[in-house]
């Protein structure tokens, strides 16, 4: 007999999990602000809460994916009674330290805990390629992995419950740098009207052929050797004043990419022109 599970925050995603259960046969109550939201889930067979604390009722798991924090307390806080002994997952994004003072408040009203950071976009949820990275209560992970893995692939990263917070937001900074690259690029080919469409396969094999130096900076950045292999920081801060004088003449805005420029130079002022790129990691620290 499958779980029953609530989920709470019928948005994209929250629409998309409770789909994910139902269709893996899980007893599935949902609940949303804007009640009309549910319908669609009803018709597939859900249960629609009239109140957040009749969904919170319904099921010993609670999962909750609301747009921020602050919506989290806002809705759960005047049902907090209804959580003793029940499990809350809480996939909303935010930060760590709301994760674990979020902890602590579920803690508080006897229920267990477990964040969550979704690595996924709605019409993955469901699917091998949806990963959702958990952390909080080791137990209460334990008891519901089978349920969560219907959402895709679940990883447990311990028991501090700001984890999968800190990997959620390293691995969208990770993203929005490269976007953030994309897009300026899009822009200086645009500058000579080339059409995107054109550019890009360059661009993809490119990044491709970027990605794979990743496991070498981390080596670097974990073992304090920042050797250049054959791209110096001198060599690379010189370069790149010609990608900000370009983006002028060619009339792009250069704010995008001026901090990169700003660290290598930093870098190289500091003595470390000799060294690679793994070394800006350490002027990135500013509580090292
Ligand atoms: P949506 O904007 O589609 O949905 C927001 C949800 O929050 C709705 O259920 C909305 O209810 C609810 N909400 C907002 N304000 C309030 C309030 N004051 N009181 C009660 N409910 C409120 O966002 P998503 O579903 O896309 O995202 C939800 C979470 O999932 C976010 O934290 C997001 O960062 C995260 N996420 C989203 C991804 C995506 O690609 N969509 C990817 C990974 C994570 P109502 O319908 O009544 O407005």
Request: contains cysteine; negative net charge.
């Amino acid at each position: 007999k499958q779980t029953p599970v609530t989920v709470i925050g019928l948005g994209d995603m929250g629409s998309a999990l409770a789909g994910a259960f139902l269709d893996a046969g899980h007893p599935t109550t949902v609940w949303n602000r804007t009640a009309s939201r549910a319908e669609a889930l009803a018709a597939r067979g859900a249960t629609a809460a009239t109140t957040a604390a009749e969904a919170v009722a319904a099921s010993p798991l609670i999962v909750v994916c609301l747009l921020d924090q602050g919506t989290v307390r806002e809705v759960l806080g005047p049902v907090a009674g209804a959580l003793r002994g029940r499990t809350l997952v809480n996939l909303t994004n935010g930060t760590p330290r709301q994760a674990r003072e979020d902890a602590e408040w579920a803690a508080e009203h006897g229920a267990d805990y477990v964040d969550g950071g979704i690595m996924a976009v709605p019409p993955m949820i469901g699917r091998p390629e949806a990963v959702v990275l958990y952390s909080g209560s080791p137990a209460a992970f334990a008891a519901h992995e089978r349920t969560l893995g219907v959402l895709g692939g679940a990883t447990h990263l311990g028991a501090d419950p700001g984890l999968a917070a800190l990997y959620d937001l390293a691995l969208l900074s990770a993203m929005y740098g490269m976007f953030g690259g994309f897009l300026h690029a899009l822009a200086l080919t645009g500058s000579e009207k080339i059409p995107a469409a054109e550019f890009t396969p360059l661009a993809v094999s490119w990044l491709n052929a970027m990605m794979t130096s990743l496991p070498a900076m981390a080596q670097a950045v974990d073992s304090g050797d920042h050797s250049a292999i054959g791209s110096n920081l001198g060599m690379q801060a010189t370069a790149y004043v010609n990608l900000l004088d370009a983006g002028r003449e060619q009339g792009v805005a250069t704010g995008l990419m001026e901090p990169m420029q700003n660290l290598l130079h930093r870098a190289v002022a500091a003595g470390h022109g000799g060294d690679d790129l793994s070394r800006l990691v350490e002027l990135l620290r500013t509580n090292p």
